[in-house]
């Protein structure tokens, strides 16, 4: 029998064989034990195969990230409701909307190209999705470490060596994202959990997509890039720190926008908002396999391109080399006035101006 037969009769038995969610689980390190306080969303890390074993996770993470708020109209009236809002300016909400990009960006998962020569589609599928998983993962953690006043809604947590976890939460709308090892294979488990007061959840499944772990020696998570984009090499893959710098074109201030479109390479990758420097950070050394071709083009939102003499957002279409930025820097048009600046390697620098009165009424 081939891996891939073998992995789709896998998957078709799990996907009838769903355990039943334990009422309680013990924290990290903690013997299991009936109601443990202070803890409202709990799980277990595990996978139970046909033959009825359950086995836990030997290595893996509990992304726990907020997506959306809960709204009470008063202890008299004890009613509530999830307001279930999309968005991009949370973690969950961040996160949810990548990995539905990724995937809807993939034609192969599309179904608008056919599945690489040789290639078993259970496995390919399950790769794919992976990655992807992975990816909207990376960005979130970075969403969280450059927004410090909303890294609370961010938490990774170890299960212990049960596959047991839990954490305490307020009440909201969650995305409960889970990447682990277990029994030489690599899987995934999604969840999206709405979190009520004074009421505890018990989180199990099986995994949403696994594959067999490519190295079965290693205790870590390690993936192939999937076909059709580019590989970078080990040692080759450095962390590289870019700044998009907004600059107002008639008096050389810094100025600040909300909700800045970046696209590297192809993608739309990114909705940021500058800092009080009129400034983004990208951290491009981390994502070399969306950076295809490695371009960068930057939209503002709610300002005045100054690259452009119309007010639209032709800056999609206004590439700038990545080796570029980072080896002497780039500066971008300026037709709103004379203010020019220097290159300076790894910036790209913009300008910008505030729109006036009726520019924003005709928007």
């Not at 994502?287 to 119309?310: G, K, M, N, W, Y």
């Not at 800056?315 to 037709?335: A, F, H, P, Q, R």
Request: charged share 25%; proline share 6%; glycine share 8%.
């Amino acid at each position: 029998m081939t891996l891939g037969l073998l992995c789709r009769n896998l998957l078709v038995a799990l996907l009838f064989v769903w355990s039943p969610a334990t009422q309680w689980v013990s924290v990290a390190g903690a013997e299991p034990k009936q109601g443990a306080a202070n803890y409202n969303l709990r799980g277990r890390v595990v996978i139970k195969f046909p033959d009825g074993r359950v086995v836990p996770a030997t290595s893996a993470k509990v992304y726990i990230f907020y997506a959306s708020g809960f709204v009470s109209e008063g202890y008299w009236n004890r009613y509530w409701h999830f307001t279930h809002e999309p968005t991009w300016h949370t973690a969950g909400g961040l996160f949810s909307f990548r990995s539905w990009q990724l995937v809807l960006n993939d034609e192969v998962l599309q179904g608008k190209e056919k599945m690489p020569r040789n290639a078993d589609p259970t496995l390919e599928i399950a790769e794919r999705s992976l990655r992807y998983t992975d990816l909207a993962i990376a960005e979130t953690i970075d969403w969280s470490a450059e927004h410090p006043k909303d890294d609370w809604q961010v938490l990774v947590i170890t299960p212990d060596e049960q596959g047991s976890w839990a954490a305490n939460v307020k009440p909201g709308s969650y995305e409960v994202v889970i990447r682990g090892v277990v029994s030489k294979l690599d899987a995934g488990w999604t969840f999206s959990w709405d979190v009520a007061p004074d009421k505890t959840y018990s989180l199990e499944k099986q995994p949403s997509y696994f594959q067999p772990l490519k190295d079965l020696k290693g205790a870590s998570l390690t993936h192939e890039q999937p076909k059709g984009v580019s590989s970078v090499k080990a040692g080759e893959q450095q962390a590289t720190k870019i700044v998009v710098r907004f600059i107002d074109g008639t008096n050389g201030k810094p100025i600040s926008d909300k909700a800045v479109n970046i696209w590297l390479g192809i993608e739309k990758v990114f909705w940021r908002d500058t800092d009080s420097k009129g400034q983004i950070t990208l951290d491009i050394g981390r994502r070399p396999h969306v950076a295809q071709p490695p371009e960068l083009a930057v939209a503002p939102d709610l300002v005045f391109d100054c690259r452009s003499t119309r007010d639209d957002m032709s800056g999609e279409t206004l590439k700038y080399s990545l080796n570029e930025i980072v080896s002497k820097g780039v500066v971008g048009d300026n037709l709103c006035g004379t203010v020019t600046a220097p290159p300076t390697p790894n910036a790209l620098i913009l300008f910008m101006r505030p729109r006036t009165s009726k520019e924003k009424r005709d928007l």
